[in-house]
């Protein structure tokens, strides 16, 4: 049996279940439902969770559990499939055996549904734990196979299956920041004027026509981005400013990965800003004219102030879609690790890295494939950072408008 044609079955006993117990409810009191205490909608959702969550339960254990079972055989795996069955349909005779004029259904629901509600919550909070506990322990994994200094402060990049690696760290996190910081460059300021034209000078039909074509921006894919930089954008920067200005040869470059994603991070920043801008109290805005302000004052010592903390909110948003960007970066600027200042060169990041050091078939307890592992937690600790500091930023702006 497969686990389409189970979750078919208990899906299918559970609303059986569902039709069976309200039919059941409204049959002990022979139609009149004032003498039940909950009504019958509430005994058929009963008998339905019965029969859909201990089934549903036992296959995502029994899945979790097999890998973890020495000698565990898929004829053995394939008994939890039947199981699964006869247990949801137990559980549509113990729902059904339950109804009563007199049961509180409707209060055994709402245990159930608050349950499942705490559930999800811990799921995504073992969830991330999960997460930073793999990367925390691969991560010790490949610094017991490679100094942890020459990693954090090493210069140099040159990883070698054979032997002899160098893992220095530093020119991918240049990298990284060097390209993220030119994308801020060019999407905030943009992002935030258009998201203030938006909120305090264009019209309904201008904000009704501009706001929905700018947020057509976040749903192009990042490999059509990549693609516009390595054909158009690249070609562009290098024919007109690095040849010219003899800073350059080639279209994989810091500022043309830099530039275009840029363009694909102005929606994050105008149209958060925008909702943002849009909810500071038009009491501040009339206060501030009434007084004798003008519309440009008011934005600038009134609205933009009143809503900083969202906006740097939008702002971080945007910094850690940036530096975990990766199609963009392979496309746009090339592959070399290195430390320069010069823009139109071609460098690398994290993230890129981390693909390429775990594509293809790796052995997993040599430094060169651990080693995305330890990048990884590098740029987790970044934006947990960035976070971090954002809070701060936002208590303590919020502080003066409370």
């Known amino acids: 049996m497969s686990p389409l044609t189970t979750l078919i079955i208990i899906l299918g006993l559970a609303g059986l279940g569902y039709l069976l117990g309200r039919r059941r409810a409204v049959a002990l009191v022979a139609g009149d439902t004032r003498q039940l205490h909950s009504r019958p909608a509430y005994h058929g959702w009963l008998v339905a969770l019965l029969a859909a969550l201990p089934p549903l339960a036992l296959l995502v254990l029994g899945g979790l559990a097999r890998p973890l079972i020495p000698g565990a055989t898929h004829g053995a795996g394939a008994l939890l499939a039947p199981a699964a069955a006869l247990l949801a349909l137990a559980g549509v005779g113990v729902g059904l055996a339950r109804i009563s004029p007199g049961f509180r259904a409707r209060n055994a629901v709402e245990r159930v549904i608050g349950l499942l509600l705490i559930l999800c919550s811990l799921i995504a909070i073992a969830t991330t734990l999960g997460i930073v506990l793999s990367l925390v322990f691969e991560s010790a994994s490949f610094f017991r196979l490679y100094p942890w200094h020459e990693f954090l402060f090493g210069t140099e990049w040159t990883p070698r299956f054979g032997g002899g690696s160098k893992l220095g760290m530093l020119p991918l996190l240049w990298g990284t920041l060097y390209i993220s910081f030119i994308a801020l460059l060019v999407a905030v300021p943009i992002g935030l004027f258009a998201a203030i034209y938006m909120s305090e000078y264009a019209s309904r039909r201008v904000r009704a026509v501009a706001k929905p074509a700018i947020e057509v921006l976040a749903g192009i894919p990042t490999i059509v981005y990549g693609l516009f930089a390595l054909v158009t954008v690249g070609p562009l920067i290098r024919d007109w400013l690095a040849q010219p200005l003899g800073l350059g040869d080639s279209g994989a470059s810091v ?17 958060l800003s925008d909702d943002i801008i849009n909810a500071v109290p038009q009491s501040l805005r009339d206060g501030a004219l009434g007084l004798g302000s003008t519309p440009s004052e008011t934005i600038r010592h009134v609205v933009i102030p009143a809503a900083l903390p969202g906006i740097v909110g939008a702002v971080l948003l945007a910094a850690s879609r940036a530096i975990g960007e990766t199609m963009i970066v392979v496309l746009g600027a090339g592959a070399m690790a290195r430390i320069s200042g010069n823009p139109f060169e071609a460098m690398t990041t994290i993230t890129v890295k981390i693909v390429g050091q775990l ?6 307890n040599s430094p060169e494939t651990l080693v995305a592992f330890a990048l990884g937690l590098t740029l987790f600790v970044m934006t947990l950072g960035l976070n971090v500091l954002a809070l701060y930023i936002v208590r303590k702006y919020r502080e003066q408008y409370e």
């Open 359 to 364: 594509t293809g078939d790796n052995d997993f």
């Open 255 to 271: 500022a043309t990965a830099g530039l275009v994603m840029g363009i694909m991070l102005i929606p994050f920043v105008s149209s």
